[in-house]
């Protein structure tokens, strides 16, 4: 079988991982061969050893200059192991490639992710705990957990935290959900790590203040780390969740960067809160990649997903044309009553977990 | 009502034409949205075009979605925005609603 190609270092996690479900090799070529620093960063080659390890009979070529790898995908094995994550990115931008995986293992999931647990552009502890893993619920999977052991703030890090799905499904279920949930309460983490404890209570206030707006129950909790579990630097941050009754929930976080207040982030993320759900419907777009990848993978029925026009962006097209590429399924999007929205359609490929054929 | 079945057929097809930049794509289904009565050949002319090769530095795998900066999200949520998003919420919202 050859190589499907792709190009360029966009997507470089979900291109693997889905290549992984496919069963199918790709190349990736140019990865960077522009820059003055081409090739790999140091973070994509420990996602690399990450996917070889989780999986059994993986192969995996890197040219010279480090700007073309060969990945021929084995079959996923899961297992437990400790993952050591290098400071250039957090422990989210490794835990969530390995939850497209997890539940289509042979055996279940139990990785020990260390390193910095937090940052500015990846998947915190909170958006994964309240973001990512109540999206697999829908889609079947149960008894995912993240326990946070240590937190550890960038740059030095010092976390600790352990990622256990215990649920092993065939595929996902049919998603068809076609209707716009209502958000019942927000709720929300504010932590913090070897700074004062005033400091969340000053997020706290700050996003309080613009959320009052909004008339529905807002509960943000105070969680403050000291001592040895609480990382090598001081860090602070603010994750909150928008939650309907019917278990959607949209998200926004940040984490305090030099500079920057409590009072800051407390706004910011209250903010980014109220546009993420202005432009979303059942699904926020950080979510939205991991609930069309299961709906791709999903049975081979036709699954439904309302979207709100305001979702389709490039990201989402470069990922519609990746699956197309390694799936060969394409997503049809119709027009829905409302006319912000779209409903995605999508056939699912038929997957089937390896390890649960005979049934 | 010809010009929605057109709409949508479009959007499929533009997303899955290959050599057509995304943003590109986008912009063109967006303008349609706009202006009902644009010229399809139009779009054909600029089908085939040059890739993009600028080198770029932007990390193009992140979990955290585009925000615009926060003075401009502050002006966009006044009073009457967060009242017109209010019937996203389970709240003392101006419809009332029986649906779950």
Known sequence: ?????????????????????????????KIRSDDLNPGLRDHEVSFLRLLEAVTNGSIIKISYTGTTIEYSPGIII???LTHNCPPTKPVGYFIEPMLYLAPFSKTKFSIVF???????????????????????????????????????????????????VDHLIPQPLTMHALEMPKIAAIRGVAYCTRVSPSIVNRMIDAARGVLRGVGVEVNITADV?????????????????AESKK?????????GGPGEVPEDIGVKV?????????????????????????????????????????????????????????????????????????????????????????? | ??????????????????????GEALRKWKQEEEEEEENIEDDEDDFFQKKETAASNADLDTFVPFFDDLQTLKEKFTTEAIEALKSRFFAVSKKPSGEA
């Open chain 1, 1 to 29: 079988m050859s190589a499907i190609p792709f190009q360029g270092h966009r997507n470089f996690r979900i291109r693997l991982v889905l290549a992984t479900l496919a069963g199918k090799p790709i190349k990736i070529t």
């Open chain 1, 78 to 80: 899961g297992g437990s």
């Open chain 1, 114 to 164: 260390k390193g910095i647990t937090s940052s500015k552009e990846d998947a915190g502890l909170e958006a994964i705990k309240w973001g990512l893993l109540p999206v697999m619920e829908k889609f079947g999977v149960r008894e995912a957990a993240l326990h946070t052991l240590k937190r550890g703030a960038p740059p030095n890090g010092g976390g600790e935290v352990h990622l256990k």
């Open chain 1, 225 to 241: 780390w000291r001592g040895e579990n609480s990382g090598k630097s001081p860090g602070f941050g603010l994750t909150l969740v």
């Open chain 1, 247 to 255: 278990g959607w929930r949209f998200i926004a976080e940040d984490i």
């Open chain 1, 270 to 359: 209250a903010y980014e809160l109220l546009e993420e759900i202005s432009k979303s419907a059942v699904v926020g777009r950080n979510q939205l990649q991991l609930a069309l990848c299961y709906m791709v993978i999903g049975k081979e029925d036709i699954g439904r997903l309302l979207l709100n026009k305001e979702q389709i962006d490039e990201n989402m097209i470069y990922l519609l044309r990746d699956i197309k590429k390694l799936f060969g399924t394409e997503v049809y999007f119709k027009d829905d009553d409302n006319e912000n929205c779209l409903v995605a359609t999508v056939k699912g490929v038929g997957f089937t977990n390896s390890s649960k054929k005979i049934a």
């Open chain 2, 1 to 22: 009502l010809r010009g929605s079945a057109q709409r949508k057929w479009n959007l499929s097809k533009l997303i899955y034409t290959e050599g057509l930049e995304p």
